[in-house]
């Protein structure tokens, strides 16, 4: 409709950008119904399988459309380009692209419009930077599912509340650095180590809880510019963490999880 309107058509700049826009949506939208069509059109082949006459020409419907179904998944992230600044505010349509298993660096990066994004429910491995710069991301449903998180995965992102059940191993540098809404993180007892400057400059982290019993490495700093007031830690891990390298500097702040829980 935009398009349409005389004060659009007599600007050039303006046609530009919007039909660049258009082009971008339409790209998304587009290559959604066709998996969509693709996952549809595959459980119709299966369930001729049981069907001696077309039991033969259903397996290779099924082959060539399960080689479709593949590509689209692995292509849902290949363009990147399209994503840079693109003017979508939504994408819980993502959840649909159930193959995909992790995000390749740079996913997302930029979409500075993106304010909510749905994970696929077996999306666990969310790559280095993938979600860079996403300045207005708020909602990411489906991110405790999340095992692991590359360098600087949600930088500048916008959401009040982490929670991180499944994660395992380190968590990389810069993930959640810059999210400056940022109020609770909530760390799953699978984490080892935090990398570096994992939540710095996120000036209203408030309250952590780690959920680990072996407290985890503290690399380099973490909490910078964090007006951190309290660290709950398991109870038997109290004095394990209050003693801990790293972690000993903020022996006062660092409570049993069982005063959280009341």
């Not at 996952?39 to 397996?59: F, P, V």
């Not at 207005?136 to 489906?142: E, M, Q, R």
């Amino acid at each position: 409709e935009e398009l349409s309107k005389p004060e659009v058509l007599g600007n050039v700049e303006l046609m530009t950008t919007l039909s660049k826009e258009q082009s971008q949506i339409s790209e998304i939208v587009d290559k959604y119904k066709l998996y969509k069509n693709v996952l549809s059109d595959l459980e119709e082949a299966k369930e001729l399988l049981n069907d001696k006459e077309m039991a033969e020409l259903a397996k290779e419907d099924i082959n060539s459309l399960s080689t479709q179904k593949e590509e689209l998944e692995n292509d849902s992230l290949g363009a990147q380009e399209s994503y840079v600044d693109a003017p979508y505010k939504s994408f819980d349509e993502f959840k649909y692209f159930t193959g995909v298993k992790s995000l390749d660096g740079d996913a997302f990066a930029e979409a500075t419009n993106l304010e909510t994004i749905s994970l696929p429910p077996h999306c666990t491995i969310i790559g280095s930077a993938a979600f860079w710069k996403c300045s207005k991301l708020a909602t990411i449903n489906g991110l405790e599912q999340v095992t692991s998180v590359g360098s600087q995965g949600f930088l500048t992102a916008k959401i009040t509340s982490l929670s991180l059940p499944n994660y395992q191993g380190a968590i990389a540098e810069r993930a959640f650095s810059y999210c400056s809404n940022l109020e609770l993180a909530d760390l799953g007892a699978g984490v080892t180590q935090l990398s570096g400057e994992v939540f710095s400059s996120d000036t209203k982290l408030a309250t952590l809880i780690v959920r680990a019993t072996t407290p985890p490495s503290l690399v380099g700093t973490n909490f910078w510019q964090c007006p951190l007031s309290v660290i709950y830690v398991p109870d038997a891990s109290l004095e394990a963490y209050k003693t801990a390298m790293n972690w000993s500097s903020y022996a006062s702040r660092i409570k049993g999880i069982s005063e959280y829980n009341r």
